[in-house]
């Protein structure tokens, strides 16, 4: 019974065109996106070779991430060069493209076009399932011939679920296969893990957004009436909640502004330098200096680490927001498996904070004997794709449940449904 | 075959469309409803489909009361409605496989369903025609057709005559008359007091949700239906 109902909706789907349509923009939409971010990504990386820092460079600078072409995150961010000197350490060039259209508009990786694009679509599939049956008449009819209301729910939901996601599964895998021929993008078998991982909660977000939009024609009789509340719940779950949730985090936790950090720094630099410098005139055959910059460095270690944590603090207060909403939940997710999240920027400051104190020593002692240095190459880790999954329970976990529930009101909503 | 028994309706608004029904059709026999609208036809057939639950009282469709077992009662009891509307860009061929793989016929090759639409005289020529360019009249041939494909013992229907042309009322007219032969209870409503006439085994007459006036066949050929219909109208509800 329930695979007749989606037999005749994929049928359905097939006849009107509208899943070949799908299948089209997908193919078009998922090319275009992977075509600009492959060029982005090709640019940060010949940007990241002429920045890259040679071995006499107390400079830290990470690759781009080959994954930022599926979702950009905060890589642009994580490009950037830390030049670190005995006073303190300076943010220097960026691998980031020149493009400047690029701030003005949302950047066309998969991760945008699966939370923003595909999840309207998805929305658009689902919203009159249930009550273009009855405005058509032939609810009744199904019922008469001996469907039971759940599987008519299950019928239709799996059968535009099919014409839904075969198309754009299609449209993605053949992209993926013509991801090293065409865009020339090796991906490690890491990344093709995490790509993976990427996809399947992709698949799990549109089916959610889908049963939402399910849920909605079973508690509307119109289906002019359901498409205003989809139109409502996509902007509001995709955009609203999201972007309220960081501006709401922001004013629930204390951040220290930037200008105010920098000060602090300059008044630790102040203090210790005339320190030294007293030290030094007061007694001209000692060496103050070298003890005064380490003072300065730890003392700026304990900001940057007082500062990370509040950065922390506001981070998982956003995402803790953002969850109420599976399109925030899919991107804090999402970011995190592809490595460029929050969570990975703060790991790389935290590297680059590591990194600093391992070369200290030499850097204080080639500048004191002013010979040529020589530095170890900066090669930050990434968190592990299981370390990443286990941070992620909690969004993962905020996507199923936005998925119970709204299969829950799919049944509860099809069970009171008058049909006539 | 389909029996109601004290079956009553009242809606949330507290309207009683429904007071105590009882009534009978056997196999073999044609049964007509009449009554003006909102007399409480349509919401028979709606309890008897399990498109809304009774107040009071119960249905029953070869045995098995609606309520408790709609699933297995719907087994029985194929339906037309007014307006049959199928799916449009389905052919009729199509419209026909669907609702019979619903009613749990798998079975059927094509060459079943062309026998079907031939028999409820459907152009060859509309077998493989998307149902949207259908007039009326071809939509409740289909709708028939798809009642017989599902081969229960009762059929209802819901004023099927409605806005058809006198031919292609005439042909659907004839239709159900073969089906009853068949052996199939036959429950109707209507407002054609004239079909009714011609080919009901008994006719009811509604009003307010209650069954007022009750005659076989034989009863009616010595009366005329549309006085008896009219007096009915306007006097006060007597049974």
């Known amino acids: 019974m329930i695979w007749a109902i989606a037999r005749r909706e994929v049928l359905e789907s097939l006849t009107t065109g509208r899943s070949?349509?799908?299948?089209?923009?997908?193919?078009?939409?998922?090319?275009?996106?992977?075509?600009?971010?492959?060029?982005?990504?090709?640019t940060r990386r010949e940007n990241y070779d002429l920045i890259r820092p040679s071995q006499d460079q107390s400079v830290a600078v990470a690759p781009p991430n080959p994954l930022s072409v599926f979702a950009r995150g905060l890589d642009d961010a994580m490009g950037r060069s830390f030049e670190i000197s005995v006073i303190n350490v300076e943010i220097g060039g960026s691998q980031a493209s020149a493009n400047p259209l690029f701030g003005l508009f949302p950047t066309p990786d998969w991760l945008y076009l699966f939370r923003v694009v595909f999840a309207l679509i998805a929305f658009l599939f689902g919203f009159d399932l249930i009550c273009s049956e009855k405005e058509r008449g032939t609810l009744k009819l199904m019922v008469a011939n001996g469907a039971s209301r759940g599987e008519i729910a299950a019928g239709k939901w799996l059968g535009g679920w099919l014409a839904f996601f075969v198309p754009v599964a299609i449209a993605a895998a053949l992209w993926l296969i013509l991801l090293r021929p065409l865009f020339g993008l090796a991906l490690s078998g890491d990344d093709w893990a995490r790509l993976a991982v990427f996809l399947g909660l992709g698949s799990i977000y549109l089916a959610v957004c889908y049963t939402i939009a399910v849920a909605l024609s079973a508690l509307f009789h119109r289906a002019s009436t359901a498409l205003v509340a989809t139109l409502f719940a996509w902007v509001l779950l995709v955009f609203v909640i999201p972007s309220s949730s960081v501006l709401v985090a922001r004013q629930l936790a204390h951040v220290q502004p930037l200008g105010l950090v920098s000060a602090e720094r300059w008044?630790?630099?102040?203090?210790?330098?005339?320190?030294?410098?007293?030290?030094?005139?007061?007694?001209?055959?000692?060496?103050?200096?070298?003890?005064?910059?380490g003072e300065m460095h730890r003392q700026g270690d304990m900001v940057s680490e007082r500062v990370a944590g509040e950065l922390g603090a506001l981070a998982r207060t956003s995402a803790a927001l953002v969850r109420l909403s599976p399109a925030g939940a899919f991107d804090v997710v999402s970011t995190g498996?592809?490595?460029?999240?929050?969570?990975?920027?703060?790991?790389?400051?935290?590297?680059?904070?590591?990194?600093?104190?391992?070369?200290?020593?030499?850097?204080?002692?080639?500048?004191?004997?002013?010979?040529?240095?020589?530095?170890?190459?900066?090669?930050?880790?990434?968190?592990?794709?299981?370390?990443?999954?286990?941070?992620?329970?909690?969004?993962?976990?905020?996507?199923?449940?936005?998925?119970?529930?709204?299969?829950?009101?799919?049944?509860?909503?099809?069970?009171r449904y008058d049909i006539r | 075959m389909l029996e109601a028994i004290d079956l009553t309706k009242r809606y949330e608004d507290g309207l009683l469309a429904l007071d105590h029904l009882n009534l009978k059709v056997e196999a073999g026999e044609t049964f007509c409803l009449l009554g003006a609208?909102?007399?409480?036809?349509?919401t028979t057939i709606n309890l008897f489909l399990d498109f809304i639950p009774p107040t009071d009282g119960a249905a029953h469709i070869n045995g098995f009361e609606v309520a408790c077992d709609p699933l297995a009662a719907k087994k029985h009891v194929a339906y037309v409605s007014e307006n049959v509307m199928l799916y449009g860009n389905?052919?009729?061929?199509?419209?026909?496989?669907?609702?019979?793989?619903?009613?749990?016929?798998?079975?059927?090759?094509?060459?079943?369903?062309?026998?079907?639409?031939?028999?409820?005289?459907?152009?060859?020529?509309?077998?493989?025609?998307?149902?949207?360019?259908?007039?009326?009249?071809?939509?409740?041939?289909?709708?028939?057709?798809?009642?017989?494909?599902?081969?229960?013992?009762?059929?209802?229907?819901?004023?099927?005559?409605?806005g058809l042309d006198p031919k292609a009322a005439a042909e659907l007219m004839a239709l159900l008359g073969e089906l009853r032969d068949d052996g199939k209870a036959i429950f109707m409503s209507t407002h054609d007091l004239f079909r009714a006439k011609e080919h009901a085994d008994r006719v009811g007459i509604m009003k307010e949700g209650r069954l007022v006036m009750l005659r076989t066949r034989e009863e009616l050929a010595e009366e005329d239906l549309e006085r008896l219909y009219l007096d009915y109208m306007e006097v006060e509800a007597v049974a």
Do not use: C
């Open chain 1, 267 to 293: 008044r630790i630099f102040g203090s210790e330098m005339m320190k030294a410098f007293e030290a030094s005139n007061a007694d001209p055959s000692s060496s103050p200096f070298e003890a005064a910059w």
């Open chain 1, 20 to 42: 070949a349509l799908l299948f089209v923009i997908a193919v078009l939409l998922l090319g275009t996106g992977l075509y600009v971010m492959d060029r982005d990504y090709d």
């Open chain 2, 37 to 42: 609208n909102g007399a409480g036809k349509t």
């Open chain 2, 90 to 162: 389905f052919t009729a061929r199509q419209n026909l496989d669907f609702f019979a793989r619903l009613s749990g016929r798998q079975d059927l090759s094509r060459d079943d369903y062309y026998m079907v639409l031939r028999r409820v005289g459907l152009q060859e020529k509309a077998f493989e025609q998307r149902v949207k360019q259908f007039s009326k009249g071809m939509r409740q041939k289909l709708g028939i057709a798809i009642a017989i494909v599902k081969d229960s013992p009762a059929v209802l229907l819901d004023e099927p005559t409605s």
């Open chain 1, 337 to 415: 498996v592809l490595g460029t999240s929050v969570a990975h920027e703060a790991q790389l400051k935290l590297e680059v904070r590591r990194y600093k104190n391992a070369i200290l020593p030499d850097l204080f002692s080639y500048r004191m004997r002013d010979i040529e240095p020589t530095y170890p190459a900066f090669t930050p880790r990434r968190m592990s794709l299981a370390d990443t999954l286990a941070a992620a329970g909690a969004d993962i976990g905020a996507i199923v449940l936005a998925g119970a529930i709204a299969i829950t009101t799919l049944f509860v909503a099809i069970s």
